[in-house]
């Protein structure tokens, strides 16, 4: 995740979870929000998802050295962290994010992307993707 949201300095190599909580609790560099963006993401989609605007996106795009609000920060590596299951998973970033995009069965039709603006609709996601990972995907 670190080398993902280009701030490994900031993690270190393999980061304890613990290290991690830390810097989500202060805050990660708004670049790391930049860098998680995939190619092909409609922005109003993803914007939802980290909970911000795109005037307030467009700010903290102006100024990418500051931080990110805890609370932003831990929707960014979510984010991040599912998007790259779900390559792992279906093989390429371009399948993952059409996957993001469209209703799921296994999500009772919703979009995962619009799952992830709560902690319970990431987990589902995440649940998802670990059932497909292992065959049991409707």
């Known amino acids: 995740m670190a080398e993902r949201l280009g ?27 930049l860098n998680a963006i995939p190619e092909g993401f409609p922005m109003a989609e993803l914007l939802a998802a980290f909970g911000i605007s795109l005037r307030t996106f ?3 795009k102006a100024d990418p050295a500051k931080r990110l609000g805890p ?4 929707r ?3 984010f991040a962290e599912l998007l790259a299951k779900a ?9 993952a994010v059409e996957w993001m995009l469209e209703p799921a069965m296994a ?4 979009r995962p992307i ?10 589902l996601v995440d649940d998802v993707i670990e059932r497909m990972r292992y065959d049991v995907y409707q």
Do not use: F, N, Y
């Open 7 to 33: 701030v490994p300095k900031i993690l270190g190599k393999s980061p304890s979870p613990i290290k991690v909580h830390e810097v989500l609790s202060a805050g990660l560099p708004r670049r790391a929000m």
């Open 58 to 60: 467009m700010r903290l």
């Open 71 to 74: 609370d932003q920060s831990a």
């Open 76 to 78: 960014v590596w979510r």
């Open 87 to 95: 390559e792992d998973v279906l093989g390429t970033s371009q399948r």
């Open 107 to 110: 999500l009772e039709k919703r």
């Open 114 to 123: 619009d799952l992830l603006t709560s902690p319970v609709g990431a987990q």
